[in-house]
């Protein structure tokens, strides 16, 4: 039997209902046309998470994952924001000469601005958590993803044509966070993204 697949909540538990109540776990991906890995990580979450809440007790390594992370965003927002209120601080008390005061309303956007893209990292973090993430697929070329970050500057020869199908918003910030390791220590080398070029028109 084929289900019909949706990105809700009650398709994921009612998959992983099934494979509990002994069906193939095979047969229960090929039935959700997803893979079957995604089905072992819906069960393995969905038993792990039953046992921490009989036990009162959190996976230890979620925690651990979680603690990770909060020092790590704590840290992202907390240079923006020292940022911001420095120059809040100095306009405030009229230390701003007349001729920098455009400057310095600059500063203090673009620190406002970074601020504004750690809460919608966060938020992009919760929705993915609850299988609620969004992906909106385009066919986008690589000299429109590279205007789009900070830095790059133009992309030389052909290579700026090449199409690629991807989030334009979610693949910019994956490249984002691969050129700059944060407060984690993270080794840049480490990130990786493989896209295949856009096959848009092939037979």
């Not at 038993?47 to 965003?73: C, H, K, M, Y």
């Amino acid at each position: 039997m084929q289900h019909e697949h949706t990105d809700a909540p009650d398709s994921r538990v009612a998959a992983v209902l099934e494979v509990l109540a002994g069906a193939p776990l095979d047969g229960v991906a090929r039935s959700w046309s997803v893979e079957p890995e995604l089905v072992r990580r819906w069960h393995a979450a969905f038993v792990d998470a039953g046992a921490g809440r009989i036990t009162n007790r959190p996976d230890p390594e979620a925690a651990s994952q979680r603690d990770r992370f909060l020092a790590a965003f704590a840290h992202e927002l907390r240079s923006p924001l020292t940022v911001a209120q420095g120059w809040v601080g100095m306009l405030a008390e009229g230390e701003v000469p007349p001729a920098a005061l455009a400057r310095t309303v600059e500063r203090l956007a673009e620190a406002l601005d970074r601020l504004a893209e750690r809460v919608r990292d966060v938020e992009l973090l919760g929705a993915a958590s609850l299988g609620r993430m969004r992906v909106t697929r385009e066919v986008v070329s690589v000299a429109e993803i590279a205007a789009a970050l900070p830095g790059v500057g133009e992309v030389g020869g052909e290579g700026g044509e090449v199409e690629l199908e991807v989030d334009p918003d979610l693949f910019r910030r994956v490249l984002r966070d691969c050129g700059r390791p944060p407060a984690s220590h993270r080794n840049p080398g480490r990130c990786a993204s493989r896209s295949a070029p856009s096959t848009r028109g092939s037979s």
